[in-house]
């Protein structure tokens, strides 16, 4: 594995501190979404979302869907859509749950 093109052995704790956040939940000390700070003072930087909600990632340049510990498929939003039925029923399964909470009782 590379950072920046380096090995990452050779990089001290204190190197990688120094390049790499990790948060693990949105906070209210931040105005937006934390993705949307990451973005706004790093934006040459690379973002990896682990989410289970779909909603956090359909935007993202790469998605990665991972079944039982092995990488599935990885694409855009639109290539999982098309080729994927393990994306495709959960996001079609999202749609479903957010239209049912918005429909008036």
């Known amino acids: 594995m590379a950072l920046d093109g380096r090995p990452y052995p050779t990089y001290s704790h204190a190197e990688i501190r120094r390049r790499l956040a990790y948060v693990e939940q949105e906070t209210p000390l931040l105005p937006g979404t934390i993705r949307d700070n990451l973005l706004f003072t790093h934006p040459e930087g690379a973002v990896v979302t682990i989410a289970h909600r779909l909603s956090t990632v359909l935007d993202a340049d790469t998605i990665v869907v991972i079944e039982n510990g092995r990488v599935r498929a990885r694409g855009t939003h639109a290539d999982l859509m098309e080729r ?22």
Do not use: Q, T
Not at 84 to 105: F, M, T
């Open 84 to 105: 994927d039925s393990l994306y495709r029923g959960l996001v079609e399964a999202l749609r479903i749950a957010e239209s049912s909470a918005a429909a008036p009782a």
